[in-house]
């Protein structure tokens, strides 16, 4: 199986800057896709950003260019950097890796609070 473990979450204020990882335990290259999901308080979970393991990105329109998603295959990390942050923002985001063989991941997820 696929073990994925997010970091980089935390409090910070409103117009701040984070940079998530999720270090995944296989090699990045055998995978379809990856991507960071969130879920708000009592909201339904939606995509952030995706990323194939060809290297295409696609993200989430209601975005508008604040975040940027790279995988890094030294480190078999998936990263997501998150710039201008607003209190909607605030979340619990989730790293999700599609291994073409043995399926869907999640992580645990990490908290993100943006305070204004």
């Known amino acids: 199986q696929v073990q994925l473990v997010e970091s980089g979450g935390g409090l910070v204020q409103a117009g701040g800057s984070l940079r998530l990882s999720c270090a995944a335990s296989v090699s990045l290259f055998s995978t379809n896709s990856m991507g960071w999901y969130r879920r708000a308080p009592g909201l339904q979970r939606e995509l952030v950003a995706g990323?194939?393991?060809?290297?295409?990105?696609h993200y989430a329109d209601s975005l508008k260019g604040r975040v940027i998603i790279s995988g890094d295959i030294n480190n078999n990390t998936i990263d997501l950097q998150m710039n201008n942050l607003e209190p909607e923002d605030t979340a619990i985001y989730y790293c999700?890796?599609?291994?073409?063989?043995?399926?869907?991941?999640w992580g645990r997820g990490t908290q993100v609070t943006v305070s204004s």
């Open positions: 990323i194939t393991g060809s290297g295409f990105t």
């Open positions: 999700a890796v599609n291994h073409p063989n043995w399926g869907l991941f």
